[in-house]
């Protein structure tokens, strides 16, 4: 129920995202406080709270990491095309590459948590892209890592297969090498597309 709150407050688009997450919270307190399995009292939803604080702030650093990442790499004196203009159709090939595969990548692996594909979008809309393709070339981004910085999914995942994490990620990196090679001919084929050909 408080997912589909947030969810519901958000697309409504009546609701800033500060507002959904109040309204989520409020209905997590409602909830625990009429339907947990065991006594649950407002002390006990103040723990709740404070410990869900604790957890929230360690990846603060993080995502403030990246937002200083990306405030550098788009500050007005970078080697980047302005806003607006398009750039000659190598210099744009370069661009959207090193965006999808180099720096996309190198930001979610540094600091997770979605920044990288924030990222890829701020630079592959300086190209004038449409849409779809902004969308898809922003996901294409994402493919290299495994994860995320913090390697929580591999760790959980180990968890439940019982294995170790540095097992699963080495055996799911095969993997990865193999989805890649489909994803760079889709690249190729979407940035033609886009207007961004090669010979």
């Known amino acids: 129920m408080p997912a589909f709150v947030v969810i519901g407050a958000i697309m409504s688009g009546k609701a800033s995202t500060l507002v959904a997450s109040m309204l989520g919270l409020g209905v997590s ?12 009292q407002l002390a006990d939803a103040a723990v ?15 995502i403030l990491g990246g937002v200083l990442f990306w405030q550098i790499a788009m500050r007005p004196d970078a080697a980047l095309p302005a806003a ?17 595969f180099l720096i996309g990548p190198f930001a979610e692996a540094a600091t997770g948590f979605g920044v990288g594909i924030i990222g890829t979008m ?12 902004l969308l898809v070339f922003s996901l294409l981004s994402q493919t290299m890592i495994l994860w995320g910085a913090m ?21 799911a990196s095969v993997l990865v090498v193999a989805f890649n090679i489909a994803w760079l001919a889709l690249y190729w084929r979407l940035a033609d597309q886009a207007g961004f050909t090669a010979g």
């Not at 307190?29 to 649950?40: D, E, K, N, W």
């Open 48 to 62: 709740s709270l404070a410990r869900g604080i604790w957890i929230g702030w360690v990846v603060v650093p993080y």
């Open 122 to 133: 701020a630079l592959v809309r300086r190209l004038q892209v449409g849409p779809v393709h």
């Open 151 to 171: 390697g929580s999914g591999t760790i959980m995942a180990a968890a439940l297969a019982r294995t170790d994490p540095t097992t699963l990620a080495v055996h």
């Open 84 to 100: 607006g203009a398009l750039p000659d159709v190598r210099a744009g090939r370069r661009l959207l590459f090193a965006a999808c």
């Open 29 to 40: 307190v409602a909830v625990a406080l009429t339907a947990a399995p065991h006594s649950f």
